[in-house]
T-cell receptor, first 108, second 116 residues
Framework: DAKTTQPPSMDCAEGRAANLPCNHS???????VYWYRQIHSQGPQYIIH???NNETNEMASLIITEDRKSSTLILPHATLRDTAVYYC?????????FGKGTSLLVTP | GAVVSQHPSWVICKSGTSVKIECRSL??????MFWYRQFPKQSLMLMAT?????????EQGVEKDKFLINHASLTLSTLTVTSAHPEDSSFYIC????????????FGAGTRLSVL
């Protein structure tokens, strides 16, 4: 079973920031937090990952709490093409273990 | 990012036949590849870990004689679904870790298998 918990679904208006939360209260000190998304009928796409510092790349920002028990993925200006299922996962260096993720719907 | 190529993207076969799915890492060497399966409206489930030059490691409940995995080179792993049945119809996805660039696990586009 996945060790992270995410809300099953969220809505976001196009052009607004999408903030997707994730709880990973049992994460160990050397495990990274990874975020992926899966657009319908495609393979998962890597978004971003981090250990304890906040991270930003061309796709998103990742905010990790100081105690590392939760994180938030931020899509700064959501577009319709960001509609997907978003997965937050702890990575121990083995295969990624997918939970149910958050289904994000971006609306016009 | 690194690219993982999967072929075919879609296959229909008759019950009782075998289907082979290929997974290639295009710009990096992958000593380990992973095979997942995804049923409609469900999440990805890990089936097996494919190790170059050795036998695959299967997850509990996955039949190794039915899902044959061969990892013959550092850039190619294959999954063969033998004696396919309609209940094997699913979305099969492979992935590989790119150790040099942040140890990120990259995924193929998936193969949709329909068994008639």
């Amino acid at each position: 079973d996945a060790k992270t918990t995410q809300p099953p679904s969220m809505d976001c208006a196009e052009g607004r920031a999408a903030n997707l939360p994730c709880n990973h209260s049992t994460i160990s000190g050397n495990e990274y937090v990874y975020w992926y998304r899966q657009i319908h009928s495609q393979g998962p796409q890597y978004i971003i990952h981090g250990l304890k510092n906040n991270e930003t790349n061309e796709m998103a920002s990742l905010i990790i709490t100081e105690d590392r028990k939760s994180s938030t993925l931020i899509l700064p200006h959501a577009t319709l093409r960001d509609t997907a299922v978003y997965y937050c996962m702890e990575d121990s260096g083995y295969a990624l273990n997918f939970g149910k993720g958050t289904s994000l719907l971006v609306t016009p | 990012g690194a690219v993982v190529s999967q072929h075919p993207s879609w296959v229909i076969c008759k019950s009782g036949t075998s289907v082979k799915i290929e997974c290639r890492s295009l710009d990096f060497q992958a000593t380990t590849m992973f095979w997942y399966r995804q049923f409609p409206k469900q999440s990805l489930m890990l089936m097996a870990t494919s190790n170059e030059g050795s036998k695959a490691t299967y997850e509990q409940g996955v039949e190794k004689d039915k899902f044959l995995i061969n990892h013959a080179s550092l850039t190619l792993s294959t999954l063969t679904v033998t004696s396919a049945h309609p209940e094997d119809s699913s979305f099969y996805i492979c992935s590989a870790r790119e150790r040099r660039r942040g140890d990120i696990q990259y995924f193929g586009a998936g193969t949709r298998l329909s068994v008639l």
